[in-house]
């Protein structure tokens, strides 16, 4: 992490509060960008082979795999200093809260296909496809994913600093001068 620090500590000292301070919503948003990799590839890979008639159902198994990443990341990463439940309390509403979000994901995808009509014979493959990302890969995940950040903090992960034994490296940023960099290595 010296390289992160050494990063950190060459910004301003407004912005390295601002990272500081929001740290959590930061880590959830990688978090949410690694997961919504995972869904987007399996869900096309899946979408262009062996389940090109059955989208929704392609878009869904993509989700419940980028949800059991995102159990693991949000646990020991994004809210690793929160709990405040058992660790099978705690997987049991996380995977209601993520089911709940895998509905809401799905909805905008399920509208666009079977209630807008806005699939191949009746619109272009490019259009089909235009339709398919922007419901199922932007709305449904923008909602989904405010949906889910509030459901953690509230639910899931209820009570900040709940492992305080967790070393918050990034708790005091400061600025590493060269000569303390070298004493380091």
Known sequence: MP??????????EPVRFLLN???ELIRFAVVGGTTFLVDNGVWYALKLTVLQEKVVTAKAIGILVAVIASYVLSREWSFHTRGGRERHHEAALFFLVSGA??????????VSRHLFGLQHPAVSLVTEEIADFV??????????TAFKYWAMRKWVFPEADARPDVVR????????????????A
């Open 3 to 12: 390289a992160v620090r050494r990063a950190l500590g060459r910004l301003p």
């Open 21 to 23: 301070k929001h740290r």
């Open 101 to 110: 979000s895998v509905g809401l994901n799905l909805l905008p995808l399920y």
């Open 135 to 144: 419901s199922g890969s932007i709305i449904g995940m923008l909602v989904a």
């Open 169 to 184: 490296a990034t708790s005091r940023l400061r600025v590493v001068t060269d000569d303390e960099d070298r004493e380091v």
